[in-house]
């Protein structure tokens, strides 16, 4: 364990980076909430939208241009939080945990996603865009196909097995700054229509 992860402390803060809120159209139902940051990652920008849903955004450190269409590895086996790490909690939810490793992020050269959920499907991808939508039991980012998971979402223990819940996750690259965007129902009653984030973005 480094000592950025075991010092680091995260904050909230009533201030959006301009770099984010600039990849979305105007919509007076996208509202924002909070930012989490911390001295070692970049920023965790928190949305509300249309009071059901929940919107986080993160600017991946990566390298300067990734194909998205060859460089986002998309799986769907169990998944579990990487041993001798430590993870902070990202949004409140009773029946799912988001959750990022705490201290200094991996570069990327590539993204290894693990979805495991139902209806699961590829939305669309191409060089500067991969995006997905499941009902999810769990899924996984990490940066290297042995390396640490470094955003993780989890349906709670407490919780029926058989709840599943709504999410669209989008990697997007502009001008050259790839971003994760993640789209989620406050529970799973309520139903997201794939392609929902897609009419969010502005083009």
Known sequence: MDEATKTDAVEAINKYPEGYLKLFNENKNLVFDETDISKTRNPIAIFAYNDKFRMFVYRVNSVTHMSLDTCIIDSHAD???????????????DQFDFLFKRGTQDKASKVYLNIRGLQTQIIKKNDTLAYYYSRFKNFSIKYKSNGAVDFFGSVKDSVDDNVTIPIEIMFLERKNNLYLVMLTSINNKIDLVPGTLMNLIKK
């Not at 939080?81 to 939810?93: D, M, V």
């Open 79 to 93: 998944d579990n939080l990487t041993h001798h790490f430590i993870y902070g909690r990202f949004g409140e939810f």
